[in-house]
T-cell receptor
């Protein structure tokens, strides 16, 4: 079975632009979470979606938004890009939102802001 | 200070040696997850610990959870070059924070053949 897939793998943007990152969860998984990982640090939670509803939001500005589609895939949108948004963006999926369900991660999208 | 502190930050060992990585939480743990990451790639799930005193093993990797101390340790026996990478612990605080993992800064493991 396919794991979590993310696209694109790499992206280069300039300040002020916007970007859309995509994620397809493992088949049967209904929850998708997004994390930002800056070089040298652990991932930071951005959003969690379950059954197309936002279930949690981390400490990120309103420039960050996301949504989940009926097929449980998800998009992360970032507007007005800043240099500090350069990071590896990771998507993770799990069957539900329960605390005993490990999240499985994709390989991420490397976003570079020039 | 970080909610999750990992130690050491980096570790260099000779192949065949045993090693331990620690993860200490400043808040109550509901669940503790260990992941491995190759540089610039995604996280690979290793183990999940939920109960105080719980210990799990997979191949040469053993993880333990000390709930009272809010600590977890990851032990690798007879390390191999394939064990090299970044090890991350992630905490689930439970309640309204179910599934919203908080991660440590990672421990970089290098294994010399």
């Amino acid at each position: 079975d396919a794991g979590v897939t993310q696209s694109p793998t790499h992206l280069i943007k300039t300040r002020g632009q916007h970007v859309t990152l995509r994620c397809s969860p493992i088949s049967g998984h209904k929850s998708v979470s997004w994390y930002q990982q800056v070089l040298g640090q652990g991932p930071q939670f951005i959003f969690q979606y379950y059954e197309k509803e936002e279930r949690g939001r981390g400490n990120f500005p309103d420039r960050f938004s996301a949504r989940q589609f009926p097929n449980y895939s998800s998009e992360l949108n970032v507007n007005a890009l800043l240099l500090g948004d350069s990071a590896l963006y990771l998507c993770a999926s799990s069957p539900g939102t329960g605390g005993n369900q490990p999240q499985h991660f994709g390989d991420g999208t490397r976003l570079s802001i020039l | 200070s970080q909610e999750l502190e990992q130690s050491p930050q980096s570790l260099i060992v000779q192949e065949g040696k045993n090693l331990t990585i620690n993860c200490t939480s400043s808040k109550t743990l509901y669940g503790l997850y260990w992941y491995k990451q190759k540089y610039g790639e995604g996280l690979i799930f290793l183990m999940m610990l939920q109960k105080g005193g719980e210990e799990k093993s997979h191949e040469k990797i053993t993880a333990k959870l000390d709930e009272k101390k809010q600590q977890s340790s990851l032990h690798i026996t007879a390390s191999q070059p394939s064990h090299a990478g970044i090890y991350l612990c992630g905490a689930d605080r439970g309640g309204t924070s179910y599934g919203k993992l908080t991660f440590g800064q990672g421990t970089i493991l290098t294994v010399h053949p």
